[in-house]
């Protein structure tokens, strides 16, 4: 590869890496409204029942939450029996994999407010961006796809590649399952209710897409730099830049899911019941 063609290779690189900024930066914005979302429960304080939801739904997450973490232990003790050594760099992804299925679980199985509701159903758009949820739905399909292939072209073992179609797809329908009941189910219609109705479902509507979203990209970035290299052995004439592309995608789906958890960390402080701002 001449001098032009390395230059070509580092401006399609840095290229490729945009979009893992770009949604970073997205959820940074997704913080914005967490800070929003939080800051209004504080105004006025909610009705007895209002708080009574807020210690439930605290509890329940927690509770699942610890159940994802047995069942990552579980999925940990899985790999050692079908991988044998090669188990050891499973370890992790399936620890993480678990965790994040509790996440999921936890909101798709949220009990029901127990407070009067009105007659109006929130919008999508009032909960999040539309944008990250259908990067969220597009990165899934993404690593689906991908799996797929390399699969059908035996760069894939079929333990694994089956590990990379089951575990996105199950967050996938989980984060749908979540999503749907938070737009079928009635606002509060007390006044003093609406804001922590309001705050619930924004909290769940991005813990549930922050997920399934790192449950894709992670694997996703993994699945490209294989395909990366593997191209990347074959001799051909002049400048290849696929290789380079499906690596630079590779390390952008990596940061990006990496941005994502971290993000979807600081969502999983349950919203809480603080002193009335206005209070006094």
């Known amino acids: 590869m001449g001098t032009v063609g390395r230059l070509i290779a580092v401006v399609l690189f840095v290229a490729v890496m945009v979009p893992s900024g770009l949604l970073a930066r997205a959820w940074a914005r997704a913080a914005d409204r967490r800070l929003v ?29 610890q159940l994802g973490f047995v069942l990552g232990l579980v999925l940990v003790g899985v790999s050692v029996a079908a991988f044998a050594e090669a188990s050891v760099f499973l370890w992790l992804p399936a620890l993480v994999t678990g965790l994040l299925a509790g996440v999921l679980l ?49 760069s894939l073992r079929q333990g694994v590649a089956v590990a990379a179609l089951v575990a996105p797809a199950a967050a996938w329908v989980l984060a ?42 992670l694997p ?38 990496l941005a994502v958890a971290w993000f979807l960390v600081t969502w999983l402080r349950p919203v809480r019941r603080s002193a009335p701002a206005l209070a006094g």
């Open 106 to 154: 936890a909101e798709a199985t949220r009990p029901r407010p127990r407070w009067a509701t009105g007659s109006r159903r929130p919008r999508r758009s009032e909960q999040m961006s539309p944008w990250l949820l259908w990067t969220m739905r597009g990165a899934v399909v993404g690593e689906l796809a991908a799996a797929s292939l390399l699969w059908q072209a035996g």
């Open 220 to 257: 996703l970035g993994a699945l490209l730099l294989v395909a990366g290299v593997d191209l990347g052995d074959r001799v051909t004439d002049g400048v290849d830049l696929l290789p380079v592309a499906l690596v630079a995608g590779g390390f952008s789906a990596i940061t990006a899911g």
């Open 37 to 65: 979302a939080s800051g209004s429960v504080e105004l006025v304080p909610p009705s007895e029942a209002g708080a009574a939801v807020l210690t439930r739904q605290a509890r329940h997450g927690r509770r699942v939450r």
């Open 176 to 217: 749908e399952v979540a999503l749907l009941r938070l737009v079928v189910r009635p606002l509060a219609a007390e006044g003093a209710d609406v804001p922590v109705d309001e705050a619930l479902r924004t909290w769940s509507a991005h813990l549930v897409v922050a997920a399934s979203s790192t449950v894709a990209l």
